[in-house]
Antibody, heavy 119, light 107 residues
Framework: QVQLQESGPGLVKPSETLSLTCSVSDDSIRTHYWSWIRQSPGKGLEWLGQISNSGSTEYNPSLKSRVTISVETAKKQISLKLRSMTTADTAIYYC?????????????WGQGTLVTVSS | DIQMTQSPSSLSASVGDRVSITCRASQSIFNYLNWYQQKAGKAPKLLIYLASNLQNGVPSRFSGSGSGTDFTLTISSLQPEDFATYYCQQTSSMPLTFGGGTKVEIK
């Protein structure tokens, strides 16, 4: 069973860039799609974007080009960068393993990391 | 973006009740729909994929149906461990989008 572990700062100042890393326990980093999904306190789920097993990315247009997702295969890590943070970006951020094909469903989730945006 | 609308947003039910949650897409998503269960403080758990396929290990009291724009998640006999929030998610087109959730509470 793959394990996913998010890491990064729990507190970010407005206008700063959030950088999160997801460490993956097995080699499925090479074969599967990887998404970041967030959940604002008491709210629903928002898909931020994904990186495929070929390295192509898709992002949620709602983030207005503030987001970048990348993978470092040798380190078995997926990264999320979200620029120009505001209080509206306060949320739990999940690293999620998708399927190995275009049809995405999410079985494996990290535990999530709470990011608070505050000065 | 494809909008996913769930109803009701919350419901109260008793153990043993049959419960149905609906999810409507703003345009046809064929059968490209997943259902998740989320308990407080936990990550979501996949229940159903491709509208009606039960994920491995999920109890058979859960079932999904529908195609096009209208979908239903049914719990045939509600158990104590089923009290949670349920989300639908479409995978027909980018961006992937979720419904707003349905909270199932104890009556």
């Amino acid at each position: 069973q793959v394990q996913l572990q998010e890491s990064g700062p729990g507190l970010v100042k407005p206008s700063e860039t959030l950088s999160l890393t997801c460490s993956v326990s097995d080699d499925s980093i090479r074969t599967h799609y990887w998404s970041w999904i967030r959940q604002s306190p008491g709210k629903g789920l928002e898909w931020l974007g994904q990186i495929s097993n070929s390295g192509s990315t898709e992002y949620n247009p709602s983030l207005k080009s503030r987001v970048t997702i990348s993978v470092e295969t040798a380190k078995k890590q997926i990264s999320l960068k979200l620029r120009s943070m505001t209080t509206a970006d306060t949320a739990i951020y999940y690293c999620v393993r998708g399927s190995s094909s275009w049809y995405q469903y999410f079985i494996h989730w990290g535990q999530g990391t709470l990011v608070t945006v505050s000065s | 973006d494809i909008q996913m609308t769930q109803s009701p947003s919350s419901l109260s039910a008793s153990v043993g009740d049959r419960v149905s949650i609906t999810c409507r897409a703003s345009q046809s998503i064929f059968n490209y729909l997943n259902w998740y269960q989320q308990k407080a403080g936990k990550a979501p758990k996949l229940l159903i994929y491709l509208a009606s396929n039960l994920q491995n290990g999920v109890p058979s009291r859960f079932s999904g149906s529908g195609s096009g724009t209208d979908f239903t998640l049914t719990i045939s006999s509600l158990q104590p461990e089923d009290f949670a929030t349920y989300y639908c998610q479409q995978t027909s087109s980018m961006p992937l989008t979720f419904g707003g959730g349905t909270k199932v509470e104890i009556k």
